[in-house]
């Protein structure tokens, strides 16, 4: 009965082994390791916060001037509909920083201030123009950032947050398309990843703020995993070999 004995404890002994050494290896693994609950906000999560902010208090205003004084029923149908809308998402953006314990902006920027100034000057056809153009233009700068921190924020409240913001910002961009008046080719380039980038995070990399840590490629991880299994297996067979 001791050598079945000693049959049956050496598969479960090596198996042992076995599973300490993927363990081991495995927490290398990129996204294995599970995140600390509790994580702070980054500089991708505050350039949401703010962004979101920062259109409410200036599109708010913009829309209602839509609304009071387009030359045409459908600028004016959009303008009230986006400054609601707005509202909406304000509200939301508030509720996420009170939740998060995150100082919002009071007041929009000198730009913004400076694009309600032009639409205050400017009335029929013109008005139009460039209410369309101005949140045309700026709608088209938050969208790709409100989709890097999605993929990329550690954050929940951040996530809830950029998925209600996108859906506004995705409607806001269709409603001013049906105007007829966007002008596509003055629309700024998109800002793409380099080509040889080996991360789909790149793209988000320039809104990303990192804590001044040193970013490490994938190729990298994987090979540093990949060092640490091999060496983990090596000692395994030393191991069983003696036993």
Do not use: C
């Not at 730009?111 to 123009?129: C, H, I, P, T, Y």
């Not at 954050?155 to 859906?167: G, H, M, P, Q, Y």
């Not at 506004?168 to 961009?173: A, E, N």
């Not at 105007?179 to 380039?189: F, M, S």
């Amino acid at each position: 009965m001791a050598p079945l004995r000693s049959a049956r404890r050496r598969p479960a002994h090596r198996v042992a082994v076995l599973l300490i050494t993927l363990v081991a290896g495995l927490g290398v693994l990129p996204g294995v390791a599970l995140a600390a609950p509790g994580s702070q906000l980054n500089a991708a999560d505050m350039t949401l916060l703010n962004g979101v902010r920062l259109a409410g208090l200036w599109e708010m205003p913009a829309g209602q001037m839509a609304a009071e004084k387009g030359q045409s029923r459908r600028v004016r149908e959009i303008g009230a509909e986006i400054s609601r809308q707005h509202g909406v998402l304000d509200q939301l953006v508030v509720d996420a920083a009170n939740k998060l314990g995150a100082t919002l902006p009071t007041e929009p920027t000198a730009e913004q201030k400076g694009w309600l100034v032009e639409m205050q000057n400017a009335s029929g056809a013109r008005f139009d123009q460039i209410f369309v153009t101005r949140l045309r233009v700026a709608h088209g700068k938050i969208f790709p950032v409100i989709g890097a921190v999605r993929a990329s924020t550690r954050d929940a409240t951040v996530r809830k947050l950029a998925d209600e913001a996108n859906k506004f910002v995705s409607d806001h961009m269709a409603m001013l398309e049906s105007t007829g008046l966007v002008r596509w080719q003055q629309l700024p380039p998109a800002a793409l990843p380099p080509a040889q980038s080996d991360s789909l995070v790149a793209a988000a990399a320039a809104n990303v703020g990192g804590g001044g840590g040193v970013e490490v490629s994938t190729t990298v991880v994987w090979l540093v995993f990949l060092a640490a299994l091999g060496t983990g297996g090596i000692a395994t067979y030393r191991i069983l070999r003696r036993t």
